[in-house]
């Protein structure tokens, strides 16, 4: 019941009270006139008749009848507030629902509990006393907003998260184009803002929520998220590379070598040291240990780390890792802080970023404890660009995501998907979705005339022609529904949605950096940290072994050149006893020449002059020459110069 209505009431009230007063006080005054009219009748002759007092009763009457006036005073000033309250609350509106259509959505979304306002019923018109509203308590059990560019997904985004803010609910989203910063600025007034307002019956006022800006790793505005390579883990840095199913099993093998050897993957740089040490001939042996991991596949995974970490991804892995539990803060005015990540310094990298925001979920689903239901989540995490998660997934991710968004509502965490139609989230997921708000769909081409079928089927029976009013619905119109308190699907309404209160553009760059550096965060998180890492443990490793390597090549180096000295001094031992023996038997066969003993003085003259050109020819000739030239090598290792 308004103001207005409470005053006629109490009016009305007294009004009955101040009639039946007066009656009274008619009664008493008609029986004192009647006495004083036969007490003047016995004493007219006597004397002259005094003038008759003021009857108590009627001066007791008095406050009741100004009572009287003021409440028909009031029910006059007021009859025309009330016709209009009245008729506020009576309007149907001229569209496709009847009336018992539209009580029934009034009724649907008239919850007891804390809510968000979306906006107001439309039915040819925006009807301001039909509102349309979310309990605070269900948004953990998901939500799902879509529809086709440019027809205000992110102006929703921004409603949801102001309000949530305001109820005591932190909040983290994905600013992807950079227009949703502008929640951490008051909004600005216009005549056209007002007017739109005013016709759902928002009571519009600039205000800014409490707003902390994050980047991946360093990119761009905010507080660089860092990731360490095994805390990601290997099923989502297989998205995030393009493995197919038997790399990304190869991967886990990878990572499972990397635990057990103490290996601690920080960065990209220690998964590809870890690789390239498996794929060396030290790695050779552990390699073929891990089992079901060629060196083929390990050369493709290592090929497709380089292109990765060349394409900038090398900065969003490393130290001090991001935690996690920041994101559920609230003020100190009870307000929940908005976490933005900012990310148009990576949008070109959309499977990465969308798959970060998945890391994200996941860290928290793990981290967190069990709560069950409670009156509100502890965070509500926007996934925007979703589509991009679910992109050429394989069954194991898919199975990941499933189970994540299936659990972590008992840990008090609600997940909100934006994306364009429903049909880019897998059938597990969706199932799991208690709020959507379907924002225009195009059916401009066989496969989004498909699309819209499809998302006309997953709804309930309504008023509407929903495939005709999902192609017409305008800028910043929504078709609702959402889970009530007792866990039923409130009925289908088309939705006008409120405006967002703080600023529609983008916050000034020169304002969110200010921010930044004056965030507590910057010292802890701004600059990374290099420790010692899978990386510097192989590097010792492989250093060692290059070491040893080293010096067992020398060692048989050496080896083989005294063999090699060996033999050639074996071989010229033997070369030498040769040519000793040679000029031995040359010198033998001279000897052996024989002499004659009875011959004249001429005769042995002759005889020795013969001898001694014997001699002499045999020293002279080519054979006794190199017996002498090898007997003076030997002696003195080298030939006397000419």
Avoid: C
Wanted: without cysteine; hydrophobic residues 45%.
């Amino acid at each position: 019941m308004t103001d207005a209505a409470a005053q006629v009431e109490a009016a009305k009230q007294a009004l009955a009270e101040a009639q039946a007063a007066l009656a009274a006080a008619e009664l008493a005054s008609a029986e004192a006139a009647l006495a004083a009219e036969q007490v003047a009748a016995a004493t007219a002759l006597e004397t002259p008749a005094p003038e008759p007092e003021r009857d108590a009763e009627i001066e007791a009457s008095e406050p009741q009848l100004k009572v009287a006036a003021a409440a028909e005073s009031v029910l006059a000033s007021d009859s025309t507030d009330t016709d209009t309250d009245t008729d506020t609350d009576t309007n149907t509106g001229d569209g496709p629902l009847s009336p018992e259509d539209v009580a029934a959505i009034r009724d649907g979304y008239a919850f007891e509990g804390e809510v968000l306002e979306m906006g107001a019923l439309v039915n040819g018109d925006a009807l301001a006393g039909v509102p349309v509203r979310i309990p605070v308590a269900m948004l953990n059990r998901h939500g799902l907003v879509a529809g086709a560019t440019g027809t205000g997904k992110t102006k929703t985004l921004q409603v949801l998260a102001e309000q949530l803010s305001a109820a005591g609910v932190p909040v983290f989203a994905a600013d992807i184009k950079g227009d949703l910063s502008g929640i951490a600025t008051a909004g600005t007034s216009s005549e056209k803002l007002l007017e739109r307002t005013n016709s759902i019956g928002q009571d519009w006022k600039p205000a800014a929520s409490p707003t902390e800006y994050f980047t991946l790793g360093g990119m761009g505005t905010g507080v660089p998220i860092r990731a360490t390579v095994s805390s990601f883990g290997p099923l989502l840095l297989s998205k995030v590379l393009g493995l197919n199913d038997t790399q990304e099993s190869s991967l886990g093998l990878i990572f499972h070598y990397a635990d057990k050897a103490g290996l601690p993957l920080v960065d990209l740089s220690d998964l590809r040291a870890v690789v390239q040490w498996l794929l060396s001939d030290e790695g050779k042996v552990e390699l073929k240990t891990l089992g079901g991991l060629s060196s083929a596949t390990a050369g493709v995974i290592l090929r497709e780390l380089v292109s990765f970490a060349n394409e900038g991804a090398e900065d969003f892995f490393g130290e001090p890792e991001i935690d996690t539990s920041l994101f559920l803060r609230t003020n100190a005015d009870g307000t929940g802080m908005v976490s933005l990540l900012e990310i148009p310094g990576v949008s070109d990298k959309p499977a990465l970023f969308s798959t970060f925001l998945m890391w994200l979920l996941a860290d928290l689903f793990n981290d967190l404890p069990e709560v069950g239901d409670i009156d509100k989540p502890k965070l509500v995490f926007f996934f925007d660009e979703a589509h991009l998660l679910f992109k050429d997934a394989s069954k194991d991710f898919i199975a990941s995501i499933t189970q994540t968004v299936r659990l972590i509502r008992s840990k008090g965490v609600g997940v909100v998907f934006v994306t364009q139609t429903p049909k880019d989230v897998p059938s597990d997921v969706l199932a799991q979705i208690g709020s959507r708000f379907q924002h225009q769909l195009r059916a401009h081409t066989p496969d989004s005339a498909k699309a819209l079928k499809a998302t006309v089927s997953t709804y309930p029976t309504s008023g509407y022609d929903l495939g005709e009013v999902l192609t017409t619905l305008a800028t910043g119109e929504a078709i609702i529904t959402v889970m009530n308190e007792k866990g039923a699907p409130t009925p289908v309404a088309w939705t006008r949605l409120r405006a967002p209160q703080g600023s529609m553009s983008p916050t000034d760059a020169a304002v969110m950096e200010a921010a930044v550096a004056a965030s507590p965060l910057m010292a802890t998180y701004g600059t990374a940290v290099d420790r010692e890492s899978a990386r510097e443990i192989l590097a010792v490793k492989m250093n060692a072994a290059a070491e040893a390597d080293a010096a067992a090549e020398a060692a048989e180096a050496a080896e083989d050149a005294a063999k090699d000295a060996e033999k050639l001094a074996k071989a010229k031992a033997k070369e030498q006893a040769k040519v000793q023996a040679e000029y031995e038997r040359a010198l033998k066969d001279m000897n052996k020449k024989p002499t004659s003993s009875g011959s004249s003085r001429t005769t042995t003259r002759t005889s020795t002059r013969k001898d001694t050109n014997v001699l002499g020819d045999v020293l002279g000739s080519r054979t006794g020459q190199t017996v002498v030239r090898e007997v003076l090598r030997g002696i003195f290792s080298t030939l006397k110069r000419r």
